[in-house]
């Protein structure tokens, strides 16, 4: 036998394992950082990603683009049904695997239930896929969520977030058809575009506010509002204002007058 010594662990005692950095910190964050950034423009290309309060958040599939980079892939290990007073749906469990040497890294359960207000009508194969694509994502999150954090994004799947409903969309729509209405020269524009910049500004700071009216601008090879030269162009910057506010696309409709 070697030199090592056996300890004889009497019941109820627990063996402590110690902890110890496996590889230099600094390695592993570069690393982290590389991963972060490719992260970052592909999140970035996307044509809607999912935000929240000026937040984004990442879907499944951006999980899973996290989980190439480490070699790590994820499976649905089972689904059952379940009711739970008068809600019924779905229950699933996922497991992260390392493709290399096929070890579960993480685990994790998630339901999708008919009591949820966009769920309450769907049939109950996609709550059976929710259920899955919930688990999936979580269990991704439990060990990729730091990598996800450092690029800047909030570590909750966007599956787990609360669905916007459609029907409260009839008052803001209402509310910037209004506001467009009253842009008919240069003056109410820019009381109007203020107005909307104000209100941006009292939730997310003033600087923020005018960064995003500045991306806004630049998306009609702009830097003033004053050059947009006529009112069709000014009344969509104000729905992007808006949207931002609401976090709503609304359709526009406007007629085009000059300045």
Request: net charge negative; charged share 25%.
């Amino acid at each position: 036998m070697d030199n090592q010594e056996l300890a004889l662990i009497e019941p109820g005692e627990r063996a402590v394992a110690e902890l110890g950095v496996s590889r230099p910190p600094e390695i592993v964050l570069e690393e982290a950082r590389r991963a972060a950034t490719a992260l970052h423009d592909v999140i970035s290309s996307k044509p809607k990603p999912v935000k929240y309060n000026g937040e984004t958040y990442l879907e499944l599939e951006d999980w899973l683009t996290v989980a190439r980079f480490y070699g790590l892939t994820v499976r649905t290990r089972s689904t059952q049904y379940v009711e739970y007073g008068g809600a019924r749906g779905w229950e699933a469990v996922a497991d992260v695997w390392s493709i290399a040497t096929e070890q579960v890294m993480s685990s994790a359960e998630a339901m999708c239930l008919s009591d949820e207000p966009n769920w309450s009508r769907k049939p109950m194969f996609q709550l059976r896929s929710m259920a899955q694509t919930r688990a999936c994502a979580k269990a991704l999150r439990n060990v990729l969520s730091w990598v996800v954090v450092l690029a800047g994004y909030r570590g909750t799947p966007a599956e787990e977030m609360p669905v916007r409903t459609q029907a409260p969309l009839s008052k803001p729509q209402t509310e910037l058809q209004q506001l467009q209405a009253t842009m008919v020269d240069r003056d109410s524009v820019g009381r109007a575009l203020q107005g909307l910049l104000n209100q941006l500004g009292a939730r997310d700071g003033d600087d923020a506010a005018y960064e995003h009216f500045a991306k806004i601008l630049s998306g009609y090879g702009v830097t003033e509002w004053q050059a947009l030269g006529g009112t069709s162009k000014a009344k969509a910057v104000a729905r992007e204002l808006y949207d931002l506010l609401h976090q709503d696309t609304l359709p526009l409709e406007v007629e085009e007058l000059p300045f």
